[in-house]
């Protein structure tokens, strides 16, 4: 048996994180690479994306939470290339890594089915950058529509679409709706924002798919309570800077919307195609690569992959969903491997099993639809054991307290702290793009809108 | 006397924010224009800039602070000229606004003294966009170091380099002392941080000018502990990608240093000049418009300049100086005089006089200098006024509570959460460019990094 003591991970997130602190007693070097220099709690994007939290609230510095684990290096690197033979990962910027045991956990991201020139138009959900992009589009929305004097162009700017009603897309519409009900009731002049159309799509027949029926109705029932129109069966045939086109029972119809986001689904980066050739692994439909059920690929005994890009089907016979848990335990389970390994002990371990605790979709301020352990709840406590889960998660103590206080004052208030339009979107205000109205616009609506 | 009824402010600082605040009651209808939806709490901003705090705990969104006053509404939008024959401001769309009395409160914006080119490599700390450039790069300097073999180029990277040394530079200079000596001590292999070099340099004769001599010197002594070298009496001749080239007693010396910032002085907006050439108005050295005793520009009684641009002597004969204390007392002393000529008052007000509540700087974790009402204090009871201060003023409940607790707990951890490389430069890592020496640099380090 080779030595095994060199351990590669590729990502930072909920995989690679998991499998580095798994390997913290283990007698092994471990060097964690990622682009990023931080880990990302992404469950809740869709809270910085709704100005609820700032990123750095839901991030956590990779260095801060692997610094004080000796037997660990960090690396800002963007893998491109893996050399199975020599044992190599190579960087972008010419690097190589060596190792002895590689798990590669690089994630998933949208994908826009065949479409990416739509991405433009429709920015998804995976990244800080992106969820500050999808922020300020929402709140530009908004300040374009109060200037603008044409009701149809107002009418486009006061309409959300969020494609894909899976837990992303619904938390999102839920979101929106809460900020023109609630949070910008009363910020405006010219516009009532709680007039503002939010339209929530989905090709499959219902929304939260991954979810039992009966939660389903539920979630859809609060969704629509706040406002939000759920449009289901509903495919998007086109996406462009003024709307989308989308096909239902055969007909097609044009929506006029200026914010458009996409919670649609995902590919995997194109690493994974460059990892698979060189090991010559199968990848499923997505693009994963179809592991073997010690999450190893097959023929490469030291070569790991944990979280989204792991193609493995659980014990219902089913693809295990591209999910926080999924990718914690899988994180684990390969190091635990690595580990005994790099111990001595030869003895394969039982074959992965996922153990699912349940699933959480939030719909609003203290409500949410909650499967746990086969038990369906929903609203309050349902919210609770969101807000519960979510917090004992983040990974740093500071951020636990940070967010669950701006949650209890925002659950008062229905304040959002973080609604900043930053970057050039904001730099250069040239409205003129936007209104295509007449651009004399502001004065020549009538003084109502100064008084109400 | 005309009617006095539309009141245009341009700008959502602290001068223009304090004035609108102060209309709240007054007959008349307000306008805010601001190019940003949020007004900034900027002394606040070094700690962005170091990882301390997220954007969006030091800016509260303008629609949410004046949302409530039912006479005023806010209007995102880029004024970039003024018709004071037609009382008209221009914005950058083509739309126009009316006013009656009208309150010009831009700010002001970093000055090269003439060398704008040297901004790409020393960037400033005036919004939020610069204060999150500058975290990118004093934390992405120690990850480029990190991997670098080269000695001297390691160094060059670990060297910071603070132009100016008023508060602002003071401020960021000891944040960084304490990021290289306490933040990240533990966070990385190949380097120590702590022995990164900090050089603090202004082209006065000591640090502080604007703060009495002994607690310049306190300041200065504080620094020094946290590792900072301060270089008093030395100009900045050349600032380029690899570093700068500094003067001192006719004597010319080059620094290699990747990471450069600028906290030298500042300049007016490109608006100012357009106003001033429309009113006629004088400006002084650094641009600023001259105005009357009761901040009207002379010539225009409708006319105000509030905060940053105005220039105007205080009771020692001394310009008063570019702070938020002046510019919240101006906005605050333009609405009155607005306010009582609105309620038909046709009596003057006294002229402005500012009231020096005193300055303050932080070096440190609970240390700091001030100068309070001419009482000189320094160390923990200064940084204690400050934080008390600063937290006072921020302008949101929520913020308050937040900020407060980041800090406690900062206190106790030395933790900085906010230590995200986000945007473009984090998008895609191509370190060789940084990297001159040996691209395939990580793996040639001997073993040590990986056990320290």
Known sequence: MTSLRKVVIVGGGFAGLSAARALRSAPVDVTVVDRRNYHLFQPLLYQVATGSLSPGEIAAPLR?????????????????????????????????????????????????????TWKQWAPGLKSVDEAVNVRHRILYAFEVAERIPDPA????????????????????AGAIGEIARQTLRR????????????????????????????????????????????QTGTMVKDVDRNGLVVESGGRSDRIEAHTVLWAGGVTMPPVAKTIAARTQAQTDQAGRIKVNRDLTIPGYSNIYVAGDLASLAGADGK???????????????????????????????????YFDKGTIAVIGRGSAVADIFGAHVSGLPAWLIW????????????????????WAIQALTFNRSARLITGDAATDLDFSKAIHGDPASPEMRPAMDIRR
Chains 1, 2 share one sequence.
């Open 187 to 230: 910020d405006f002049r010219a516009i009532h924002p709680e007039e503002a159309r939010i339209i929530l799509l989905d090709g499959l027949p219902r929304v939260l798919t991954s979810f039992p029926e009966s939660l389903a109705r539920k979630a859809q029932r609060s969704l629509e309570r706040l406002g939000v129109e759920i």
């Open 153 to 172: 162009e107002r009418k486009a700017w006061l309409t959300f679409v969020i494609v894909g009603a899976g837990p992303t897309g619904v938390e999102l």
């Open 319 to 353: 693809l295990l969903p591209g999910v926080a848990q999924v990718a914690m335990q899988q994180g684990a389970y390969a190091a635990t491997a690595i580990g005994r390994r790099a111990s001595g002990d030869e003895r394969p371990l039982p074959p992965f099993a």
């Open 64 to 116: 801060g939470v692997l610094g004080r684990q000796r037997n660990t290096r960090v690396l800002l690197g963007h893998v491109v290339d893996l050399d199975p033979t020599r044992k190599q990962v190579l960087l972008a910027d010419g690097a190589s890594l060596e190792y002895e045991a590689l798990v590669i956990a690089v994630g998933s991201q949208t994908s826009y089915f065949g479409h990416d």
């Open 387 to 406: 807000a519960f889960i979510h917090v004992l998660y983040l990974v740093q103590f500071e951020s636990r307290v940070i967010v669950f206080i701006k």
